[in-house]
């Protein structure tokens, strides 16, 4: 048996098992609901009321200020579980491998590095020296 993937993830090792794992599947997807999609509700809940709470500033720069902020996490938060709920949930559905192993890069490598990316934009002395580099076209 081989697995085709980028690492050794533990839906992979279990689609190879030679015995029954119905048992396997059902604990990680309880493992993935219970350690996922509960935090994914606390997070959730906490932007609506980061959004409410935006609505109340007067003032129409610290609105795009704190929303700017807000949707940097915000796409980060989606790539990272989007990726990671979907790669779990979807393994007993389809077992294209290379769809999968797409999926494990984008939450192990690119999200990270995006995440760098996107903060140290927020950063003047970054965005200074990313104009000059360029140009003055960003």
Request: net charge positive; hydrophobic share 45%.
């Amino acid at each position: 048996m081989e697995i085709t993937h980028i690492f050794c993830e533990r839906n992979q090792v279990v689609q190879i098992a030679c015995s029954d794992t119905f048992l396997n599947d059902m604990v990680m997807y309880f493992a993935s609901v219970l350690l996922e999609v509960g935090p994914l509700a606390g997070i959730l809940y906490s932007y609506c009321k980061i959004v409410s709470s935006i609505h109340a500033i007067s003032l129409a720069q610290g609105r795009y200020k704190a929303f700017s902020t807000c949707a940097s996490h915000l796409s980060i938060f989606s790539l990272f579980y989007g990726t990671g709920l979907g790669m779990y949930i979807s393994s007993s559905a389809t077992h294209n491998s290379h769809s999968s192993a797409t999926a494990s890069v984008m939450y192990t490598v690119v999200t990270p590095m995006l995440n760098t990316f996107i903060y140290s934009l927020r950063n003047k002395d970054v965005k200074r020296a990313l104009r000059r580099l360029f140009g003055g076209q960003l």
